[in-house]
């Protein structure tokens, strides 16, 4: 098993520029059907992007290059963007697309850009970190709530 674990890190950092590290109270893995699951108290660090939740299930292709990552329940994260801009934010949901550098943030998301102090909030965000183009929607009859901090009129 941590020999498993040994390989599908080392295999994950290929895809990143930097290392992929993820820590767990649990692992399990299916190598057979391209999967692992980490729970309890999960942490990813790529870089300058940190995750953090009490479950990620990372998916590898056929080369066991990862091509898709799911976060769920109480997720926080930081996020670094091509353009340089700085992301954090929650969600309960967070799903990742590397190949694409595509963050979906699904419940109760809030988004808050750190050298612009803009803010999204909403049901469902989408950020594309290479682009640095964001969608979001709101749910449930609730709207998006989008937050820009204006200069003050006394600044003259």
Known sequence: MKFF?????????????????ITSDKFSGDQKNGISIFTGNVNMV??????????????TDDKNQPTKMIAKSNVTFRIKAENGAQYVGKAQKVVYFP???????FNSVHLKQLDTEKEIIGERVKLNAIKGTAYAEGGNKEPVIMIFNLPSEDKE
């Not at 674990?5 to 080392?10: P, R, W």
């Open 5 to 21: 674990m040994i390989m599908i890190l080392t295999l994950t950092t290929t895809l990143f520029s930097q290392n992929l590290k």
């Open 46 to 59: 790529n870089g300058n992007d940190k995750l953090n939740a009490a479950k990620v299930t990372v998916y």
């Open 99 to 105: 190949n694409k550098k595509e963050y979906q943030f």
